[in-house]
C-alpha cells in the first residue's frame, strides 16, 4: 500500500521558515548591528548544573550522560554528580581568576538538593537561569500542557529571579516556548537558529532566542567526539576571534558556548579551561557576559533590522 | 529502584577544612593496577554477556591472559625504578591461576584488594547471602596466600547491587574504589562500619583513556600529568587524593609503556610535596585522623539528608 496523497502535500511551503515564531532575513540582506559600549562581539558562557537519578526514565529518550550500565549504575550517578560537588568549583574559581560572569543553568533538583552551591552561585554575582526539573524531565509532545506547565511552574518557584531559559536536552514540545513567556521567562537558549538575539514569538508576547552553540559543546566535542581539552579550547578561542574579525563584514554578533562541571571541571581539563577564559577575558574587541544581558547590548544600540 | 542512592551526605569542595597527609604532604597519590583474571568460559548473567561477542572471544581473551603473562611483569619492574608500590585490584581467582604473580607482589610488599573473583561474574543479581560469600571468599583467600588482611573493594566489572557498599563496611572493609563524586575522601553513609569513599578515577584510568576515549600515549601522558598538576596546586589548601588505575593488558603495550613512564617520572619528581602510597594508607589516615572533621563540616557546611545507602530518613 503506498503511502496517503497527503502526504504529496506541503501546507507550509513559502518563503521563509516553516512556522510563525519569527521572520527570516538572511544574513546578508540586514542591516549590521552595534554593541553598547562598542565591542564588535559577544561571548556567553552556559554552566550546566543538572541532576542524574540512578532511575532515569527514557521519555521520550534518555538524556544524554544519564546512566548507562544496569541498576543501580554507581559509576555514572557519582561521575555526574562530581560535577555538581567539586567541578563546578573549580569553574567557579576560573571564571573569577578571569574576572568573567557566566549564566548557571540550574534544574530545579539541583537548586533543591544543593542550597551551599545556589549560595556560592549567587554571591559570586553570576546568572542563574532555569534549566528543566532534572535530566528526568524532558519536554516533549508526549506530556500534556498542564504536565508541562507544572514542570515549568516548579522552576518557576525553585528559581525565582530567573530569566533565562535552556531545556533539559535542548529539548522542546511545540507548546513549550509559548509557556516559557507566561511562566515570564524573556530569554530562550534552546534554538541556534540565527548569530544575534533573535525575536522569537510566542502567544504570550516575544522571547529573545540566543544561538548556544551546539558545535562547540564540551559534551559533544570531549566525550562524544573524544578531543583534546586544548583543541576544544582552540576551537571556542577561534570561534570568539572569527566574531570579532568578522564585525567588519556582518557587524556585532554573539555565540555561546558550554563549561559542563562534570566534563570541563576535571582537574586535567582545568589548565585549558583557565586558558580559554583568561584568553577571552583578554580578548580586544570581545564582550563576555551572561546570557540574560545579551540581548540588552544589543537592542541599545539602534535599529534592529527585522 | 530509588532516584538517589543517599551514600554519602552534598560536600561543597570549596572551603573544606585542610586535609595534610604524612609529612605534611599535599598530594596523596597511589597506583591501582588491576590484576584481573578473564574466564575463558565464563556461565551468562542475566543482566550482562561477558564476552560481547559470545564465547569464546579468542582475541579479548588472550589480549588479557598477556597482560598477566607478559605486561604486570614490566609494569612491575617500572614501578620498582620508581619506588613506588602498587595497590592491587585483585580477581581473587587468579591467586590459583597464577600464584607467582600474587608472590611477587607481596614480596614488595604491594596491598591487595578484592575485585571480586572473576572480572566475568557479575555482583547483578546475587542477593545479599551470595554477595557476602564472594566478599568471604576474598579475604580468606587473600589471608591464606600472603597473609594480609584486605581493606579495599571495587565490585568486579563496576557491577554492584543496592547491599554492596553495607556488605563491605559489616566485614570491616576501610574504603570502597567504587564511587566517582570526589577528589578527597569521605564517609560513606553504611549501617554498621566506617566505610571510606577512596578517590579511584575513570577519567584517567587506562581503560577509559584507551579502549573508550581511543587517546593516543603520548595525549595519556599528558592527560596524567596534568590532572596530577591540577590536583597538587590544590592540595596547598586541602590534601587532594590522585589514583591511577591501570590494566597491564593496556597501559603495558610496547608502544604504551615509556610514555606511560614519562608521567610517572613527573609524578616522582614532586615527592617533596606527594605522599606515594597505597590505598589502604590513606583511607586509614582518613579514618583516623579526619573523619570527625569531615563529618562536623558537612554537618556545618554540606546537605545532610540522615538515613544510610539506599535507606533514606523516614
Redesign the interface.
Known sequence: MPLPNDYLTYPHRRHGVDHDRFAWTPDTQRAPLELTGGKKAVAFIIVPLEFF???PPAEPFKHPGAMK????D??H???R??G???GV??L??FLDAAGLKATFAVNAEVAE?????MA?IREAGHEVAAHGVST?HIHHEGLSEAEETALIGRCRAVLPEATSWLSPARNESYRTPDLLAAAGYTTLLDWEADQRPLSFATENGPLTALPLMHELSDFKLMVDN?Q?ADVWADQIIEAARFHVVDHARAGAQCFGFTLTPYVAG??????SVKRLLNTLSAMDGLEVCPAGEVAGLFAQAGPQAD | ?????N?YD?????GRPQIRWPGSKKLAFWIAPNIEYYEFAPPPNP??QPWPRGNPDIQSYTQRLWGNTVGHWRLMELLDRHGMRGSISLSIGLIDHHPEIIEACAARDWEFFSHGIYNTRYS?GMDAAQERAVIEDSIRSVEAATGQRIRGYLAPA?????DTLDLIADMDFWYTC??????QPQQIKTKTGKLVSMPYS???NDVITYSV???DPF?YA???K??F???LE?GEDSGTV?CIPLHAYLVSQPHRLRAFEDALKHVAAHSDDVWITTGREIAAHFRENYWETASADIAA???VTGGTG?APAE
Open positions: 537519578p540512578l532511575d550500565t544496569p541498576y543501580p554507581l559509576r550517578y557519582t561521575t554528580d562530581y555538581n560537588r567539586v568549583f573549580r567557579l574559581k538538593r544543593y542550597p551551599p552551591l556560592a528526568a573524544r583534546q576535571q582537574p586535567f581539563r582545568a589548565a | 529502584m530509588v532516584s538517589d542512592p551514600l552534598y560536600w561543597p569542595y570549596a543482566k550482562r547483578y563496576l557491577t554492584h547491587t543496592e567504587d564511587l566517582f563524586q570526589d577528589d575513570l577519567e584517567v576515549m581511543g587517546y595525549q599528558d592527560i596524567l596534568r590532572h598538576d591540577q590536583l590544590e590522585m557546611r554540606g546537605v539506599f
